[in-house]
């Protein structure tokens, strides 16, 4: 697993370096879209049956406000409209980052 090596807020993206030297450049809009929590991406019970999850696709204009790093295995984005419940993996985020951002 790559584990970042600095993370900064610059213009709308965060960016990271990885310990491999790497770098990855995310929009703010892409990682709020992309919150692998519950308040988001909603539940599902043992049925199949959702519960829950966010209906607004488009988080233009959303801002990185501050992020933390959990443990040894995640970090965790504060934006501006007071959503920050989600834990993004280390290895999410290098995913995150190899993905196209559509024009």
Do not use: C
Not at 47 to 64: A, L, P
């Amino acid at each position: 697993m790559n584990i970042p090596a600095d993370v900064q807020l610059i213009g709308h993206e965060v960016a990271i370096r990885w310990d491999d030297g790497k770098e990855s450049y995310l929009p703010f809009a892409l990682l709020r879209a992309a919150s692998p929590s519950a308040a988001v991406r909603g539940e599902r019970d043992i049925f199949g049956t959702q519960y829950g999850g966010e209906s607004q696709k488009n988080f233009e204009g959303i801002e990185v406000t501050h992020w933390e790093r959990i443990g040894s295995y995640a970090l965790r984005f504060v934006f501006s409209d007071g959503h920050g419940s989600g834990l993004y993996p280390y290895d999410y985020l290098r995913r995150l980052g190899n993905t196209p951002t559509p024009e």
